[in-house]
């Protein structure tokens, strides 16, 4: 079974300021996807970012990018220039590739909450 | 379509009473996810449709627990005999197909058993 992991249930950064955080998974298949998504109080979930495995190329999206380490299984979030809108909850999600024959269900880690301060 | 729709919002229910959640996904997404999030936790797999078809559940899913898709559009999801653990916020998702890995959330439906 795959299993994502989120070591920092909490992270803080200033504003303008840099942040990463971290997520590690588990899995012995090679064709699969790696998304973050940010969950804001009382708020829908929302896709930030996301990682086909099979590209080398780290993902990029505005402000957000991925260092994507394949062999290490290690999937991170870095958030430039943050601000207050991106205070929330981030979740790590896993989902085996489209290949698969199965449902496509995600794989959440337990999430970091992200505190942006002035 | 403004996206995946969940009412109610929040429900309150004693304990051993049944309780039923609706989820409206986007107009074309055949896939329909139901997601539970307890406190502190990433949201957890209960089950999946494509269309109208109940194609996999999680062994998260006791007896209690059923979920329908009639005619592949809204879906219900409903708890019998609601026990106190059964507390949690239940996220339903939507995609439209295997091509487009992309799961659109809606805001969920938090349920405090009392």
């Known amino acids: 079974a795959q299993t994502v992991t989120q070591s920092q249930p909490e992270m803080s950064v200033q504003e303008a300021e840099t942040v990463t955080l971290s997520c590690t998974y588990d899995t012995s298949e090679s064709d699969y996807y790696l998304f973050w998504y940010k969950q804001p109080p009382s708020r829908q979930m929302i896709l930030v970012i996301r990682q086909e495995a099979y590209k080398q190329q780290n993902a990029t999206e505005n402000r957000f990018s991925v260092n994507f380490q394949k062999a290490a299984k290690s999937f991170s979030l870095k958030i430039s220039d943050s601000q207050l809108g991106d205070a929330a909850m981030y979740f790590c999600a896993y989902r085996r590739g489209i290949n698969t024959g199965t449902a496509s269900k995600l794989t959440f880690g337990t999430g970091t909450r992200l505190q942006v301060t002035l | 379509d403004t996206g995946v729709s969940q009412n109610p919002r929040h429900k309150i229910t004693k304990r051993g009473q049944n309780v039923t959640f609706r989820c409206d996904p986007i107009s074309e997404h055949n896939r329909l996810y139901w997601y539970r999030q307890t406190l502190g936790q990433g949201p957890e797999f209960l089950t999946y449709?494509?269309?109208?078809?109940?194609?996999?559940k999680s062994r998260l899913l006791s007896d209690r627990f059923s979920a329908e898709r009639p005619k592949g559009s809204f879906s219900t999801l409903e708890i019998q005999r609601t026990e106190q653990g059964d507390s949690a916020m239940y996220l339903c998702a939507s995609s439209l197909d295997p091509a487009n890995t992309e799961a659109f959330f809606g805001q969920g439906t938090r349920l405090t058993v009392v």
């Open positions: 449709f494509q269309n109208e078809a109940q194609l996999e």
